[in-house]
């Protein structure tokens, strides 16, 4: 099993940082050159909850693709993820991200859980953990730079 934990303060107000965090379509941006295309599929809005389900596809530079399904709890400050189909090469991969006030912005917590599928023998568990970690911290500095800088024009 794998297990992930990464932060960053990202300096603007909670609703830039959430709305644009979650931006499904902005995640070619956002995350550098990890995707090529960020389709939204659905989209549900639990009525009088405010809780919104997204269902969408990403695909990679490869050209290989998968859908995931995304539930925003913004009033509760979390999101939560997993990946759908296929799930190749996991058993299972979940996400949940966390947004905190502090007194320097909000902090920006990505915490992902998952398992390898055992006929996926390319890399081990702990191999996807270290290139996991990387590309987090990484892209949550784009994160960073993006809606630092949207928050500043907004002023």
């Not at 989209?43 to 990679?60: A, C, P, Y």
């Amino acid at each position: 099993m794998g297990h992930t934990v990464n932060s960053i303060v990202i300096n603007a107000p909670y609703e830039l940082v959430f709305e644009v965090s979650n931006k499904i379509e902005r995640w070619t941006e956002l995350f550098g050159k990890e995707y090529a295309s960020a389709d939204v599929l659905e989209r549900k809005d639990s009525k009088g909850t405010g809780n919104i389900e997204i269902t969408f596809r990403l695909t990679d530079e490869d050209g290989k693709s998968w859908v995931s399904k995304r539930w925003l709890y913004k009033d509760l400050k979390f999101a939560y993820a997993q990946r759908w189909d296929p799930l190749f090469p996991f058993k299972y991969m979940k996400i949940v991200w966390f947004y905190t006030e502090t007194p320097d912005g909000i902090k920006m917590t990505w915490i992902q859980d998952f398992d390898m599928d055992p006929k996926f023998t390319k890399f081990t568990a702990e191999q996807i953990e270290g290139f996991i970690n990387k590309h987090s911290q990484d892209n949550m500095k784009i994160f960073k730079k993006v809606i630092e800088a949207e928050s500043l024009a907004a002023k």
